[in-house]
């Protein structure tokens, strides 16, 4: 079986800055993209940001100069450093693995649990 287990969500202050974590667990043969995805109160989850295992990024246009997605594929690990945070920025944040499994053909998605993130004076 395979677990992806986030951390780093709370609360901060506008401007203010979290990091994330998210550790994929389990099973694992490799790991092509992960990725952050955040879903607000009353809105569709959206990709927040993005990254393939050689390190190339994606960013919505909405976090681009203020968050970094990174990885350590030793680790199966992979960062969202967010700065910056304003109040729009406040949704549940999902992590995301498209991974293939030890004696498996295919490559599926997993999710994450999803950790808070409230950006708020």
């Known amino acids: 079986q395979v677990q992806l287990v986030e951390s780093g969500g709370g609360l901060v202050q506008p401007g203010g800055s979290l990091r994330l974590s998210c550790a994929a667990s389990?099973?694992?043969?490799?790991?092509?993209?992960m990725g952050w995805y955040r879903q607000a109160p009353g809105k569709q989850r959206e990709l927040v940001a993005a990254?393939?295992?050689?390190?190339?990024?994606n960013y919505a246009d909405s976090v681009k100069g203020r968050f970094t997605i990174s990885r350590d594929n030793a680790k199966n690990t992979v960062y969202l450093q967010m700065n910056s945070l304003k109040p729009e920025d406040t949704a549940v944040y999902y992590c995301?693995?498209?991974?293939?499994?030890?004696?498996?053909?295919?490559?599926?998605?997993?999710w994450g649990q999803g950790t808070q993130v409230t950006v708020s004076s």
């Open positions: 990254i393939t295992s050689s390190g190339s990024t």
């Open positions: 389990g099973s694992i043969f490799s790991i092509n993209a």
């Open positions: 995301n693995a498209n991974l293939l499994q030890y004696g498996s053909t295919w490559s599926y998605d997993y």
